[in-house]
Each structure stands twice: as C-alpha cells, then as structure tokens.
C-alpha cells in the first residue's frame, strides 16, 4: 500500500479525505449488517467510517452502499466480447472483479492465448483475475489448438494476477490419480484449485476433493450441491445464459453455510448480460427466492474474495479498496452507480470507462481440411442410431436411440421428427478430422446453423437439415475466419464474424449486441424456440459433459469417455 503515512494521518482525522460517502446505509458484508455511516476514501481505499472532513462529498441520502460484486467463475470469450466492450456491459451492472478461466482462449492459443488475456484485461474499471486452465484439451477425444501440461502451468503461476488452477474437467483423472492431473494441483498449491464434476458422488468424490480440488459449480440438483458442501467444497451457484442452475440450487443455502458459496455466470452473452444482468440478476433472483438479502451480497461479494484470496476486495473496510455500487431497494436490487476505487466508472446505465491502448490480435486460427462426402453417413443396414437431444438450459444431454430417415442408403436429417444432421471438422492443425452425428432439440424446418465456438477445442460444429447448407456454412466460417452464421438455400440470413481466435468479435458492444440478434433471430425463423441457439450448438462437442457428445474423432460416450458408435 502506497503512501502509507499519508493514509495514517487522514484516518486520524489530522487531513481531509478525497472523498466522504456521507448518509449512507452500508451493507456490511463483515457484519452481516446494516447500519449507518459515512465512508471516507483516499488515493483509491476505504480509510474509515465516521464525520471525516473531506475535499469532495458525495451525499447518498439514505441510499445503500455495498461492495462492488464478483464473479467467482466466468469464461470472457463466451460473451464473444473483447475486455474493453465486455466492462462496458457489466460495469453498470456493479460488477467490480472477476475471477476468469480463458480456457478458451487458451484451447485455441495456448500460453499465447492466456498472456492475450493478461494484456487485453489491463487498465479498465473492472479486476480481472486469471485460473490457469487445466484442462486444454479437455479430453484426449478431441483435437484442440494446443496442449498444456503442468510444466507450462508453472510459468505463470506466480503472476500477481493469477488466482491458481481452473477447473479440473477431466475429474476422472483426477480421482484415479493421474500423474498429469495430480501435478496441475501441485503446481496451485497455496492458491485455489477449481474443480468441474457433474454428477459425481460418493467415493469417487470423496478422491476428487481428497486430491486438492476446493471447488464446483457444475451442480444442477440441491443433493448433489449438498454432498459436495458436506465435502468442504465451494459451491459456485451458475447462473448463465444456458446454465441455468441458481433457482434449483437455492433451497441448499441456510443461515449456517452461506459463506461457502459464490455466484458465477459461467458463460454468459453480450445481450443477456446487458438486457438481464450479471451478477446483480443473480442477486436479484437469490432473493426473490428467499435468500437474505444480505446473505446474497455477502456471496456476491466477500465470499467470493475470501475463496480466491483476492486481497482487499469484497468488502467495505478500511484498506480495503473503494469499489461500491449504490442502489436504492434492498428488495428490488437494483445498481445506480458504480464506484472503482473511489472513481465513478458507471451510473444509471452508462458506462464512464476509457478504452485502453489496443492490444494486438491473436494470429489467425482457421486451418481446415475435408470434404464434403466425409459428411455422408452410409445406412450399412442400421436400424437405429444414437442421437444428442438437447436439454433446454443446460449443458448437459441425454442419448437417445431412434431409428434413422434413410434415402438412397444414406442417413439423412428428419425435420418431421426433429432429427438433424450435425457435423463437427477440426480447425487448428488441418488434419482432416471430421465427425459426424445426429441431434435432436434444434427444431430447423429448413437451412443450417454453424459456429467456430465449440467447447472446449473450438472446432467447426454446425447442425443442419440438408447437407448442402452444411457444407455451404463450413465454407463460410472457413471465409469469415472464424464466427457464427445461419444459411438456408446456399445464402447468408446471418453472420457474426469472430476474428479473434474464432472466439471473439472486434466489434463495438451495440454492433455485436444487434448481429447476435440477427443470429437468434434466423435461427427462429427456421424453426429453433431455444433461448440461445448458437450458445446450444457450442456445448454440444463439449466431451467431458454427459451424456453424449460430437468431437472431431466422433460420436462420444461423455458418461465413461470413450468413443462410441453411431450405431445400436
């Protein structure tokens, strides 16, 4: 802390402050509390509370002061936002810190990928602090743009603005004592280690904690989130645009263990987080569901902090930096300011943030190589096939068996009954992969929908009901390098193009706020009802996720990660 001194004495009340919060109700997240006080503040830090004198005061009028909020567990590039346009999103929202894994990034880019993140994320109003990803590839069943090891990870563990280790996807491994797995824990050793297990239980959980991993937020039902608290794990309570989780997940939190759980978003896009919110929404829906008020910005807040050991944050204390948001209805949460380190970076929507100097963009990553008859899936006799089916506002699927649309002697889309063809082509070494499968939940009666998001390598993945606007997607994306388009007839309805990485859009927050509409909206147009169609593609190739998934080297059984057949 600098100027040390100097802060001594204005907190002795011997020198007027910079700023004094005077008439405030604070919400004391240290406390659990809410009491009176005027907050004094120098050179960016809470100095104390009381009748300081001070050369600036902001009269709150009995409005409420809290801590700024914190996002325990977020991917940046899933809001296909650069850093500067995704502050511009969140930071009227209050959010003040954020705990990111660009694991996608990193699954594209690798180290290059991470040290992009660590640049593009400086001097904005917002604390980005950065897990080092785990798992890239997530699974040995898919073909990423890079591979990670622990050695690697020592790299960059002791950067200042690294939190630890994300999380640990291949939970398998980890449980069953992999040297590669276990020594990624080593390497956080002292710092957090984050963990992703969906569905684990029992005795293979009890290995999965007893490894070092202090951490989930993959739980979607109360008795799963339960075992793991029991565990001594930090519950994350996603909530996302397709994840879901927080309303099912709310009947866990009581008076006794509120503490060991934080709010994250996960993956979340541009329009929802400027339409609906971040970590506000979260807060706002904890307590319409019962939570405290206070309780749910103690997991907004200092919970998060205090697991990710981000000093001076999440509170409002003396030394502790003055990030606030101010707000008028306890009951209806609703930001009005935001406040980083006593600068006032947001107000009633706008955003006061100046962009810093551009970073540099990553180099291109569009390196493909197919052809079209690898799309052609002969009948060979089958009777039936397995088919994804789509879980509404989930990542997570279920496999089905159906019996396929044969023409010709070929496997074919059924828009009759909702089954279409989906193709997945690897897109970082040229190596030809392509995977082929069959999906149901998407509902198109005509054209294609295609993405260079699909987590986690990222690779090529489009659905669709005839294979000439399959091949004619492909061959967009390939031309855009990298983005997200919707085709029918052989034309373009729309387009995102993501240049950076084939992950993320150059564009301002309002252009790429309007085109991912226009994405949603042809994909309504032909048929699709889900919520977040092109975020739906994207976790389809996501192998470590159940139940069953499509990579580029095939149809995968996500439940005991191994490859498997398209056919019964």
Avoid at 179 to 204: F, M, Q, T, W
Wanted: glycine share 8%; net charge neutral; charged share 25%.
């Amino acid at each position: 802390m600098r100027n040390v001194q100097q802060k001594l004495s204005v907190a002795r009340g011997e020198q007027p402050a910079e700023l004094l919060f005077k008439n405030a109700k604070l919400v004391n997240v240290l406390s659990g509390e809410i009491h009176p006080a005027n907050v004094a503040v120098d050179d960016g830090r809470v100095i104390g509370f009381g009748d300081y004198k001070a050369k600036r005061i902001i009269d709150l009028k009995g409005a409420y002061l809290a801590p700024s909020l914190i996002d325990g567990h977020f991917h940046i590039e899933s809001s296909m936002l650069t850093a500067p346009e995704f502050a511009r999103a969140v930071v009227p929202h209050g959010t003040g810190t954020l705990v990111i894994d660009p694991h996608e990034y990193a699954n594209v880019l690798g180290l290059d990928g991470i040290r992009y993140v660590l640049e593009s994320t400086r001097g904005l109003p917002l604390d980005f602090f950065i897990m080092l990803p785990s798992c890239v590839p997530a699974t040995h069943l898919e073909t990423a743009g890079a591979r990670l090891t622990a050695d690697d990870l020592k790299l960059m563990i002791h950067d200042d603005r690294v939190a630890g280790v994300a999380e640990l996807m291949n939970f398998p491994g980890v449980f069953l004592g992999a040297k590669s797995e276990l020594a990624k824990i080593e390497v956080g050793r002292g710092k957090a280690i984050d963990g992703h297990a969906p569905g684990l239980r029992g005795k293979n959980l009890n290995a999965y904690v007893l490894a070092g991993v202090r951490s989930d937020h993959e739980s979607v039902e109360v008795e799963e989130a339960r075992e793991k608290l029991r565990l001594g794990m930090h519950i994350l309570l996603r909530e996302g645009s397709t994840e879901r989780n927080l309303e099912h997940l709310l009947p866990l939190i009581n008076d006794h263990n509120s503490q060991n759980c934080s709010f994250a978003t996960d993956d979340k896009l541009a329009g929802d987080l400027v339409n609906e919110g971040h970590i506000d929404h979260a807060v706002r829906k904890a307590i319409k569901g019962g939570v405290p008020p206070i309780a749910a910005l103690q997991i907004a807040t200092i919970n998060t902090a205090r697991h990710y050991r981000l000093q001076n944050l999440g509170a409002i204390a003396p030394r502790y930096w003055a990030d606030f948001v101010v707000f008028d209805d306890l009951r209806n949460f609703r930001v009005r300011q935001t406040w980083k380190k006593g600068v006032l970076v947001a107000e009633n929507g706008k955003y006061f943030g100046k962009n810093p100097a551009r970073v540099p963009l990553p180099r291109s990553t569009m390196n493909l190589r197919f052809s079209a008859k690898e799309f052609t899936v002969k009948a060979s006799g089958a009777k039936k096939i397995r088919v994804i089916e789509i879980v509404p506002n989930q990542i997570v699927t279920r496999e089905v068996i159906a019996k396929p649309l044969i023409e010709e002697g070929e496997l074919m889309s059924d828009t009759a009954r909702d089954i279409l063809k989906m193709v997945v082509v690897e897109r970082h070494r040229a190596t030809g992969n392509v995977g082929v499968g069959f999906v149901r939940g998407f509902k198109l009666k005509r054209g294609a929908i295609g993405s260079t998001v699909a987590h986690d390598a990222h690779n090529v993945i489009v659905a669709g009901t005839n294979d000439a606007d399959i091949l004619f997607a492909i061959q967009e994306l390939e031309r855009m390098q990298g983005g997200q388009i919707a085709v029918a007839n052989g034309k373009v309805k729309a387009a995102l193009p993501l240049p950076i990485a084939g992950l993320v859009t150059d564009e301002p927050l309002p252009k790429a706020m309007k085109l991912i509409e226009g994405l949603n909206a042809a994909a309504r147009s032909f048929g699709c009802d889900l919520e977040a169609p092109f975020m739906a593609l994207s976790f389809l190739a996501l192998s470590p996720i159940p139940a069953l998934k499509l990579t580029d080297q095939g149809l995968i059984d996500a439940v005991h990660l191994k490859r498997t057949s398209l056919f019964v």
